[in-house]
């Protein structure tokens, strides 16, 4: 059996009729500005707030680490508040840091989850602080009926996380902020798109068909291999890092054409289904989050918690299962042992739950998940 971390392209996408039912935020808006990666976004987003000349950003200490350097790399200076093991921030502490005059409070939606954006939004209005929702987990969730990503005055989203896309980000001004009005932005090389598509496309016909898949990965990864060594430029997607020489690069005119094909409200309820499906084969058996599927949210992963994240992870893998080891590292900077982030670092193993996974492979999933030595004791987890 195969399940990919990511979910895969059917090749019908690209033939089949465009949807009409009404698209999802921040689709459904004009004026967003579409990058290749939504690190992108970040990086000219605080340039032209004009980080280039100073100021303070707060940060989560718990997150991947590019939306770090895209903000650093724009001449901000960082601070960071703790996130709770339940993946909320720190309420208490973001209120105390905000009296030292940030000029944002970057917020992040973990895994779909929302942040208590409430008590965020009058802090942010009391102190005269720009709010920005870093969305890029939490594509197609909403809090009260409210989307994610309509809370702040930026927010960022980042769709091949949640869609078969081979790149894409958005950056959304929801305050009308002209400034990103004229970015000069280049499309990326076609034949580099077009190798993360075929990927996409080689995972979907692999989840159904394992050994005609699995050989034209081989010839696939040949092809790659080539392209390299033809010099062919290639802009990976899902790598940590920021490269500001391709910081110009735009969202490619194929995921323009694929976002209005896909089925947003059945991927938003195939995900919790599944996600609900995992949760109940492993209530009480294996340690989790403190947190529920709430209603509207659509959650990007299962976050299983392991004792050892590259043991449990290479278990999976030896029957198929493609997870992938959660935000291991970060920025050296933010690392605080006996923090909570240090502990979702070193025990949260993302847990594919996306719109492709079926119920014999939820089925079988729960099963190697369950055998010894993979998830991760109640009272280690909730210790302290």
Not at 266 to 283: G, H, P, Q, S, V
Not at 295 to 309: I, N
């Amino acid at each position: 059996m195969y399940i990919p971390a990511w979910p895969s392209l059917n090749p019908a996408h690209f033939v089949q009729p465009e949807e009409h039912a009404k698209a999802p935020f921040p689709l459904n808006i004009t004026g967003n500005n579409y990058f290749y990666v939504a690190r992108n976004g970040i990086y000219h987003l605080f340039r032209s707030l004009g980080f280039d000349k100073g100021g303070t950003v707060l940060v989560p200490d718990y997150h991947h680490g590019n939306e770090i350097y895209a903000i650093r790399a724009a001449g901000a200076r960082l601070r960071y508040y703790p996130v709770r093991k339940n993946l909320d921030v720190d309420l208490n502490v973001v209120a105390d840091l905000c009296k030292q005059k940030p000029r944002v409070l970057y917020v992040t939606h973990f895994v779909g989850w929302p942040q208590p954006m409430a008590e965020l939004q009058a802090l942010c209005r009391d102190k005269g602080i720009l709010l920005i929702e870093d969305c890029a987990l939490s594509f197609l969730s909403d809090s009260g009926g409210q989307p994610l990503g309509t809370f702040g005055d930026y927010s960022v989203f980042c769709l091949y996380k949640t869609l078969p896309l081979p790149n894409g980000g958005v950056l959304v001004r929801n305050n009308n902020d002209a400034s990103l009005d004229d970015l000069k932005l280049r499309t990326c090389s076609s034949l580099s798109v077009a190798a993360r598509s075929v990927e996409l496309m080689l995972q979907w016909l692999r989840m159904r068909y394992e050994t005609a898949g699995r050989t034209l990965f081989a010839l696939k990864r040949a092809a790659g291999q080539l392209l390299k060594a033809a010099q062919v430029e290639r802009a990976p997607v899902g790598d940590t890092g920021f490269d500001v020489s391709a910081a110009n690069l735009a969202m490619s005119p194929l995921c323009h054409l694929l976002l209005r094909r896909f089925k947003y409200d059945a991927i938003k309820e195939t995900r919790r289904r599944n996600f609900l499906f995992i949760e109940d084969r492993l209530r009480g058996r294996a340690a989790l989050l403190p947190r529920k599927l709430d209603e509207g949210v659509c959650p990007l992963f299962f976050p299983l918690l392991v004792t050892d994240k590259e043991k449990a992870s290479r278990a999976l893998w030896s029957h198929g299962i493609e997870s992938v080891e959660f935000w291991n590292h970060g920025d050296p900077e933010a690392r605080r042992e006996g923090y909570p982030a240090q502990f979702l670092r070193e025990h949260v193993l993302e847990i594919p739950i996306h719109q492709d996974v079926a119920t014999r492979q939820l089925e079988f999933m729960a099963d190697q998940i369950l055998q010894p030595g993979i998830c991760m004791s109640e009272a280690k987890a909730y210790a302290g």
